[in-house]
Every structure is written in C-alpha cells, then in structure tokens.
C-alpha cells in the first residue's frame, strides 16, 4: 500500500486527500466520486518542466488530455504552464471552453475528419501531427482553401515493442498509428510535406506505448530518429526544431509497478538526444514530450459506497460497490491493477480477503480480485488509488448508469468540477420514435 501525494490519515482516522476528509466528500458529492490531490499535478507537472530546466534544454511539456479532459483540469494545465495535446474535436472544444492558449495545443489522431481539421486551422492550433497520407492530402486541401499554412510534426513509428499491455503498444511497426520509420513512409512523407509551401515542418513525434517503466524503448526510438534526422538533413537539408518523444511514463498503482520518478525518465531522454545530437554534428532539437497517466493517474482517487456480498464458499467473498467498468473500464480491459483501502480506517489491519465488484450485468465487471481489507461493515466508503488517468475520461453509461462527479481537493478546500450525470441527463438525446397513440397501441 503506498499514499501518493498528500493523501494521509487525518485525525478523526479517516483517509484524506488534498487536506480534505474522503467521508466528508462521498457524503457531499455522493458516490462514486472521482477525487483529485491538485497538489500531486503541480507536483508533477513543475517536475517535468523542472527537469528541461536543469538541462537547460527548450521544451514543451504537453498534457495528453485524453487521460482525463475537463475545462478543470485543462486550466489548471494551462496554470502549470503546460502545452495540450488533444485528440479529437471534442478535446481541443474542451481546450478551447477552459481558454487554453491556442499556440500550445498540439492535435493528434489516425483519423482527423475533415470537419475536425478545418476547426483546428480555424482556431490557429499550435500544431498539427500527421499521422498518415491520407491526413498530409486533407490538411493540403484545407489550408489550400483557406489560405492557410499549417505547422506540422509527422508522426512516425520507429519499430520499437515497449514492455506494456498489447494495447497500449503504439510505436511497433505493425501499428494504426504514424509513418513507419524504417519502410520509406516516414521519408516520402517529409519530402511531400516539404515540397509543399502550406507546411512548416516543426520535425517529427513517436510515442512507443504507455506505462512503460524502463527507458531503453524510449532511447532506442530516440536514436532510432535521430539517425534519421541526421540522414534527412544530408538529403533534404531538413533541420528538425522539434522531437516530441510522446508520453508513456509509467507510475506505481500496486506493488508490482516499479516506475522510476517521472523526472528521470526526462533526464535521461534528454542525455541521449544530447550526445547524439552532439555526434551527428546536429543542432539540439526542442525536445516535447506528452505525459497523460504520469501526470494525473496516481493524483486521482474513487470513492465507493460498498453494497452487497456474495460469499461463494471455499472460494472467495464479492463486495459489490456502487460502481464499477462504467465509471473504470481499466480492469476490465487491460486487466489493470490497483489497490484499495476502506476510508473509515485505512490503515486497519487486514482481517479479510475479498473482490471488488462492480454493479455492472458483466461477470468481468470486476475492480479488483483479492483485496486484503479489515471486517468491512455496512455502506462503507471503499477508496481505490490511482484512478486519475483513463478513469473518468473512459467512463460510459453501460447499464445506464450516470458518469460519477470529479471533485478537486486543495489545501483543505474541495471543489466540484464536474456534476453528477442524473437520470434526466441521460435521457438528453433520446427521441421517441413512436407517437404517443402508437405508444398507446404498443402496451396495449
Ligand atoms: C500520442 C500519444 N501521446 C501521449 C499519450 C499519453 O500517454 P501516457 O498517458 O501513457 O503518458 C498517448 C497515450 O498513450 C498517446 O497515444
Ligand atoms: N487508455 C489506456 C492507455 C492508452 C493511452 C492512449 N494512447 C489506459 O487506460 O491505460
């Protein structure tokens, strides 16, 4: 069991986050309730910044919304000084409902529509990365159309396995995403964009996968480009301003992870690109990078109301919450692990083991398997730590279940930053598709 960032014991003996007690927020907001230390963020956040700073290296630490975007979290990205990376219209509409600074938003994706091009060029998006062909041909036309020139990184996919889930692997060559690095894509893709005056080619990204905990992946993919920038830069006197590295830096949700601190995985990134920089007779690119999970994961909490209990003999006892893959699709999906504690005594000695269900009609809806827990009672509020990333932001509504509540908690003061899902929000988009008489004849 490890306390990330100022969670702690208060003390009345409870668990609390951000200074603020964790039964005095699942009985105001209600449960299940997402919980963020927005301390831990700026932590991490000032961390990573810290690091380039020290090197004396230019930088841009852009935040991979896609781990959890809200107007609140993206302003306070835009407090720390952070760039954006966004995926979608609807995470760079986001961006641009928290007034986040248009220049710093980078936007990605393997299947931009048009539609959603046209709003970034619209708006004046900091950069575009490209990630196919097809996006190089569609990106021409739109700014042919408007007059416009767009900045862009090619995505490119290095050939690297990281050592992390399957599908959470991106920079492999058998991958949807990017311009495969050893084949000739990558090179053709340069040599269009460069012959083409709506471009300005800010360089090139790769992202190798996500919760990877060594960095050999990460300098493998870095020499990897490198040698290519240097080759580009012969034929093409292409000189990069840009390696955005991506994000992917793992953190600890139990016992078996063993991350190293976010800075060193900055550090020693940097190191590489120096000397090889340096060998190839290079000027030192920016280095960008686009941490999601490391920034936010292990800052967020979910609280639960437990609920029923099946004991199957011999076997294992159920504790059901009010909750599960709906609001945490994690276990389900990846087998993801993490680790819980009850908030009235968190430091309890365990007298039980038992497994966390979620409400869901899916056998898989399951939390966690095998959790050591004190003799729980009635209606306890069950805590699971790290939930921050790929949490609330894959949150769904199976079983029509509404989406929980995001607070965030600092020095003592908690916030609600995004509402409870009622019943009637669900039925927001629903039409009827029988009229009322043939309702009528239907129940009859
Ligand atoms: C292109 C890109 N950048 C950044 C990220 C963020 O990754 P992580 O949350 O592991 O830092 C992802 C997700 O894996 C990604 O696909
Ligand atoms: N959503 C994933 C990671 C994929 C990140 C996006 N490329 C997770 O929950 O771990």
């Not at 306390?3 to 409870?14: D, K, P, R, Y």
């Not at 909490?301 to 437990?306: D, E, P, S, W």
């Not at 306890?380 to 921050?388: K, M, Q, S, W």
């Amino acid at each position: 069991m490890h306390f990330h960032g100022t969670i702690g014991v208060n003390q009345a003996g409870n668990l609390e986050i951000g200074g603020v007690d964790a039964i005095e927020l699942a009985n105001r907001y209600g449960t299940p309730l997402y919980v963020y230390d927005v301390a831990l963020i700026r932590e991490r956040a000032r961390g990573f910044k810290r690091e380039f700073e020290k090197h004396g290296v230019k930088a841009q630490v852009a935040y991979a919304s896609k781990a959890f975007s809200t107007i609140a979290m993206t302003q306070l990205a835009a407090e720390e000084g952070l760039s954006l990376d966004v995926v979608s219209g609807g995470e760079l509409y986001t961006a641009r409902a928290a007034g986040f600074p248009v220049e710093k938003i980078h936007f990605h994706g393997n299947n931009k529509s048009r539609e959603e091009l046209e709003m970034a060029i619209d708006v004046g998006i900091g950069c575009v990365v490209v990630d196919n062909f097809h996006e190089l041909a569609l990106l021409k036309d739109i700014c042919a159309e408007k007059q416009a020139k767009a900045s862009i990184l090619l995505r490119v996919t290095p050939g690297i396995e990281a050592h992390t889930h399957d599908y959470i692997l991106t920079g492999q060559e058998d991958s949807k995403f990017g311009f495969d690095l050893q084949n000739g894509q990558a090179e053709l893709a340069l040599k269009t964009a460069l012959d083409d005056s709506h471009f300005e080619v800010l360089g090139v990204h790769c992202h190798i996968g996500s919760q990877i905990f060594e960095t050999t992946g990460f300098i493998l993919a870095a020499k990897k480009i490198v040698e290519k920038l240097a080759y580009w830069k012969n034929s093409y006197s292409f000189k990069t301003k840009v390696l955005n590295l991506g994000g992917g830096f793992g953190i600890r949700y139990t016992d078996e992870d063993r991350p190293l601190p976010p800075s060193a995985y900055v550090s020693e990134i940097i190191t590489e690109v120096k000397s090889l920089a340096a060998s190839h007779s290079m000027e030192m690119p920016e280095i960008w990078i686009e941490p999601g999970r490391s920034l936010v994961g292990d800052a967020g909490i979910t609280l639960y109301k437990t609920g029923s209990t099946k004991e199957v003999p011999g076997v294992r006892k159920y504790l059901a919450v009010d909750g599960g893959m709906s609001d945490n699709i994690r276990p389900a999906l990846y087998q993801a692990k993490y680790e819980a504690v009850l908030a009235s005594r968190p430091l309890a000695e365990a007298k039980e083991t038992v497994s966390i269900a979620g409400k869901c009609c899916e056998s898989g809806d399951m939390l966690i398997w095998d959790l050591p827990l004190p003799d729980s009672g009635k209606q306890e509020i069950l805590a699971v730590f790290c939930t921050g990333a790929y949490g609330y932001s894959m949150a769904n509504n199976y079983n029509r279940l509404p989406r929980p509540a995001v607070v965030f908690a600092e020095n003592g003061e908690a916030a609600l930053v995004v509402k409870r899902e009622t019943y009637e929000d669900l039925l927001q988009h629903d039409l009827p598709y029988l009229s009322s008489v043939k309702k009528e004849t239907a129940r009859k």
